[in-house]
Structure formats: C-alpha cells, structure tokens
T-cell receptor, first 114, second 111 residues
C-alpha cells in the first residue's frame, strides 16, 4: 500500500515529557517535511529534509528535533522545551526537493499535552 | 515574507450550487497548490498549479501568476465537498519546500 504513514494518530502526554512522532513513506520521495497546524489556522513548517542525514529548520523549529537516517523515515521529537506542543502535526513528502515540488501529506498526528 | 490571503473565510452552500474560492499572494511564486482538508484532518491534493488552468471533474483552478491570484471553482457542489480549502505557495526567495499557507476557506454544503 503506497503512501505516507504517520503514527500514532492520537497521543496524550504529560507536560515535560518528550514525545516522538513517526513518519514513514514508500513513495521513494527525496524530500520530507513536518508541519504544525493549530485550530482554525493554516500550516507552518517545522523542519524539512531533502536528503538522508541532512535537514533544515523551518519557521518554527524551536522545541523540536528531527533525524533522517533513512530515506523512508523522518521522525519528529517534540521536546519539553516546546512551550505549546498541543497541535495537529502533519508529515509531507515531495519528489523534487525544493522549489516547485508538489507536496503530499500523511493523515496527521494529534498531540495533546495535559 | 510572502503573504497569502484567502477569501471568503466561510462559505455556506446548498447542494448543487457553484462557488469560487480566491487566493491572493503578495509576491512571485514558483509553486502553488490547492488542498482540501477533510473533517478528519487529512489534506488532499487538489491541484498543483503555479500558472495556467487545470480541471479535475467538478473542480477546476486557474492561477494568473502575473496578477498574483488563483481561483478554485467548485461546480454542482456535494455534501462531501465540505471542509476547509487551503491555498499554499512557495516564493522564489523562501526556504526550499516551505509552503506558506493561507488561513483557508471553510466550506459547508447543506443537503
């Protein structure tokens, strides 16, 4: 089954705990992205990666970390330093890394910090 | 940075009606996409349309890059068209892959 798989779909954590969201793709896309969506808002870019072992900060990277050890995988860790982590997190991929690439999204992970 | 404005913010239609959603952007772009976000949060690609016109069934889109706007047309709307429609752009000077999203148009189609 081709596509982008995010897990878990729903996650509850206590304040101060780090959490890791998984994103796996079998589309053979080079570039992968993490976006955050708050209620009633558009999406904002957290981190992106165009090749293995390399990634770049987006507009709101503070309090987040990522790794890209495999082409298929781009996990996102929400650290305790993120002041307002409750949000909907979306992973995306594109075939062309960079300008002009069409983005495809996973189903998202909804994180609630209690 | 580039600004993206979508209008209207909310739209209520009777099933079968037609509608036009607008996206204005403040600078030249090399990527423009329209997405539909369903009630479960999934973002579905509708069009990749940095310029020109495309059609897919009841939906079509036109981007006039020189005038910095894009339009999404929905004809013969159905209840399943309900959700939020986002326009997203990438400008030439921005971070590669950094799509800037508008705040969306929330569409409700009534039976």
């Amino acid at each position: 089954d081709g596509g982008i798989t995010q897990s878990p779909k729903y996650l509850f954590r206590k304040e101060g705990q780090n959490v890791t969201l998984s994103c796996e793709q079998n589309l053979n896309h080079d570039a992968m992205y993490w976006y955050r969506q708050d209620p009633g808002q558009g999406l904002r870019l957290i981190y992106y990666s165009q090749i293995v072992n390399d990634f770049q900060k987006g507009d709101i990277a503070e309090g987040y970390s990522v790794s890209r050890e495999k082409k298929e995988s781009f996990p996102l860790t929400v650290t305790s330093a993120q002041k307002n982590p409750t949000a909907f997190y979306l992973c995306a991929t594109s075939h062309i890394g960079g300008a002009g690439g069409e983005l495809f999204f996973g189903e998202g992970s909804r994180l609630t910090v209690l | 940075g580039i600004q993206v404005e979508q209008s209207p913010p909310d739209l209520i239609l009777q099933e079968g009606a037609n509608s036009t959603l607008r996206c204005n952007f403040s600078d030249s772009v090399n990527n423009l996409q329209w997405f539909h976000q369903n009630p479960w949060g999934q973002l579905i690609n509708l069009f990749y349309i940095p310029s020109g016109t495309k059609q897919n069934g009841r939906l079509s889109a036109t981007t006039v890059a020189t005038e910095r706007y894009s339009l999404l047309y929905i004809s013969s709307s159905q209840t399943t068209d309900s959700g939020v429609y986002f326009c997203a752009v990438e400008d030439y000077g921005g971070s590669q892959g950094n799509l800037i999203f508008g705040k969306g148009t929330k569409l409700s189609v009534k039976p």
